[in-house]
């Protein structure tokens, strides 16, 4: 049973039937409806028009599917295939094996010493007995060979790693409101493996900064902030260390500050709010305690056209929100409001006290990466090897006005063929003698 | 567009349909002299390509590859990069270019219809990987198009062994070997530069999304891609497929890429999500 096991286990064919059926999974993963980017109504609709489609898409879609531990059998038996591969070929050593033959013969006066030193001229690796003449050349190949599947190897050890020590959190921060990282300041947790080994810093967003070319262009965006009162910068793509975390600039917004009082003089708000405005996007917030609900939409540089309303630029140089709204979804009025300013809106009083910016951040760790990277390394430096420096023989007869060449590659024939034919030409005249 | 890279761009796109125009008269009316006249228009139109793609990059400050139009113009380089390169094997180069000047012109048409606004690198491409992720991308891209051409052409090529009437088809390809070899090259050549473009990808992704895998679509299909390639190789290294089976493996493994390749900024994942007020 063990040996049947490890039999299959060293084919090949098995190795690819795994890697075709993780492609088709994948392929699948990809393809069929993502249901849990669908609202609870467009699901139900499918649910409904196509139970089939629905089940299957549920069961393979990808976040779940690679999560399965039906799936996982799959790289798990790629790991012990490959490493079985691995190390059957490791202990064989190299073997000129498989690959092509090739013979050609031709006219030479050039005697064996003469053709040697001919190979040797042309980087053979010369091994000489009586008559005959062995060369060899990139015999590191078969090295290549290992190193690529070590890496391969290293991959399945770089996810385990992941998957053991990553943390992955968002974590949102308004400007001029410090936080203390800790399990429950994170909006979401992705991974939380190590958060008891995140140091409990204090993170203010200081100031936040966007660089707009023409005003239109987006060109760099910063947070700055004060990580237990030290100075780190943050921008797009170039994150900052908290102990063995990195924290990333992920999103950013506008958060406003409102005042408001209701009819009677009641104020019944003063808050700073993070919303989330994007081109034009509207967003809301209830106010608490109350039935009011107010919908926001944001201007950042407020232009009028005719009767038309817009905003000129991204950059919020005249910050104007249209604000609606309703008490208990009936709509009391609606009405612009400019920053510093007061206005009257569905019986209620707005203050637009200020304009903030929020910033999400990511909050991270993960030593898988670096088995990773080294991983790709080795794939790269084993393929390259591998391909490179093409397992090539000779065994070559010179003697009696001719030379014959038996030869065998590893890969790529018909360069081998031409290669060998140079070899013969150059014997026929003699060029080694001429040149040398 | 910056009207110095217009001029350079319309100039290597009549170039280039003359080329083609060039190849098919050629072919068709027997015409060898024309073939030299396209090849040479070939190579100027990749050099005026070249130029426009550096003016564009000096105008810009930074690589091009940012939107459908840089995209298209530096992939419909690659293509006739691709193209000189490989036309080396293939005498005259002819049904090689017929095959992938069209499709040189398709993509950069593609590309000038969209918006070509010169405009500054944006800031979640503000990484020196970027360099490496794209540069090997489009090694990688090229390689395998050129590779699933190839194969294509060795099953256009075994059709006409044996049958009369379609000599020029034997006259215009390589013999059925060394096709199979300059595929397998090719497909060898891909796959390591397909490595190197999802290594830099990932640690790329590490700084700017904190992981360096998340199993978004665009990820999914690029190691997909990797991976069909992966057991393209092994089909002819080690279970020993060759010929028609091989070619048609090459053939088919490149609608992967095309999935990759336009499928970034269709779906939905991280890759489509720019930095961006909320």
């Known amino acids: 049973m063990l040996d049947k096991a490890i039999h299959i286990l060293l084919s090949r064919k098995f190795a690819v039937e795994l890697l075709v059926i993780m492609v088709v999974l994948l392929i699948l993963g990809t393809s069929l409806p993502d249901i849990s980017g669908m609202t609870p109504r467009e699901a139900e609709t ?80 010369v091994t000489r007995s009586g008559d005959s003449i062995t060369a060899d050349k990139g015999s590191f190949g078969f090295w290549g060979s290992i190193v690529f599947h070590l890496g391969l190897l290293l991959i399945f050890v770089a996810v385990v790693i992941s998957s053991l020590t990553q943390f992955n959190a968002e974590l949102l921060l308004t400007e001029g409101f410090p936080v203390r990282l800790g399990r429950d300041t ?67 917004g506008f958060a406003p500050s409102f005042r408001i009082t209701d009819s009677t003089g009641k104020e019944i708000l003063n808050a700073t709010i993070n919303l989330v405005l994007a081109g034009g996007q509207e967003d809301s917030f209830r106010i608490p305690g109350t039935p009011y609900e107010v919908q926001a939409r944001f201007f950042p540089d407020f232009a009028t056209e005719g009767k038309r309303i817009g905003s000129r630029t991204p950059v919020p140089n005249n910050p104007v929100f249209l604000l609606r709204v309703t008490e208990q979804g009936r709509e009391m009025g609606e009405g612009l409001i400019g920053l510093n300013r ?5 019986g209620l009083t707005i203050t637009f006290d200020g304009l903030n910016y929020w910033a999400d951040m990511i909050v991270s760790r993960d030593y898988g990466l670096w088995f990773f990277a080294g991983s790709v390394f080795l794939i790269v430096l084993g393929l390259a090897v591998r391909f490179g420096l093409s397992d090539k023989q000779l065994v070559v007869t010179a003697g009696e006005g001719r030379i014959s060449i038996r030869g065998w590659c590893k890969y790529y024939p018909m360069f081998f063929e031409d290669q060998v034919q140079r070899i013969i030409d150059k014997a026929a005249a003699g060029k080694y003698n001429s040149t040398s | 567009m910056n009207p110095v890279e217009g001029f350079l761009l319309w100039s290597s796109i009549f170039v280039l349909l003359f080329a083609f125009f060039g190849y098919l008269t050629g072919t068709v009316f027997k015409k060898e002299r024309l073939f030299t006249i396209s090849h040479r228009g070939t190579l100027a139109a990749c050099v005026l390509m070249a130029a426009a793609i550096g003016v564009r990059w000096i105008a810009t400050g930074h690589i091009p590859v940012m939107g459908t139009y ?89 059709r006409a062994e044996g049958r009369d009437g379609v000599e020029r088809i034997r006259e215009f390809l390589p013999p059925l070997r060394k096709l199979d070899e300059i595929c397998l090259r090719f497909i060898i050549f891909g796959f390591i530069t397909d490595a190197v473009m999802i290594g830099a990808g990932a640690i790329w992704a590490r700084g700017l999304w904190g992981r360096y895998w998340g199993w978004d679509p665009i990820e999914t299909w690029s190691l997909i891609s990797w991976l069909t390639y992966g057991i393209n190789l092994h089909l002819r290294l080690t279970l020993g497929w060759k010929g028609k089976k091989a070619a048609w493996v090459a053939l088919l493994s490149f609608v992967g890429i095309l999935i990759s390749f336009f499928g970034f900024g269709l779906v939905e994942g991280v890759h489509t999500q720019i930095m961006k007020p909320r």
């Open chain 1, 46 to 125: 499918l649910q409904a028009a196509k139970p089939l489609l629905f089940r299957i898409s549920a069961a393979l879609q990808l976040q779940s599917l690679i999560a399965s531990p039906y799936f996982l059998i799959l790289p798990l038996l790629i790991f012990l295939s490959t490493a079985a591969c691995t190390a059957r070929r490791s202990r064989s050593g190299a073997r000129k094996e498989g690959g092509f033959l090739h013979e050609a013969s031709g006219a030479s006066d050039m005697g064996p010493e003469e053709i040697g030193a001919l190979l040797a001229s042309e980087r053979w690796r």
């Open chain 1, 186 to 252: 994170f909006v979401k947790i992705y991974k939380g493996n190590g958060l008891a080994s995140l140091p409990p810093a204090t993170v203010l967003l200081r100031k936040f900064t966007s660089e707009y070319e023409n005003d239109v262009y987006e060109k760099d965006f910063a947070a700055h902030l004060l990580i237990d009162g030290k100075e780190r910068e943050v921008h797009v793509n170039r994150p900052a260390d908290i102990g063995d975390f990195q924290i990333a600039l992920h999103r950013f």
């Open chain 1, 342 to 346: 007061t206005e009257t809106i569905g």
């Open chain 2, 70 to 158: 840089e995209n298209s113009l530096v992939g419909a380089w690659t293509v006739v990069v691709g193209l000189v390169v490989a036309g080396r094997y293939f005498p005259r180069g002819t049904l090689l270019s017929l095959v992938l000047l069209p499709l040189a012109l398709l993509i950069v048409g593609n590309g000038i219809m969209t918006n070509a606004v010169l405009a500054p690198l944006e800031p979640p491409y503000q990484s020196p990987w970027l360099y490496v992720h794209v540069l090997f991308a489009w090694f990688a891209f090229g390689a395998y198009l050129l590779a699933s051409t190839v194969g294509g052409l060795y099953l256009v090529r075994s």
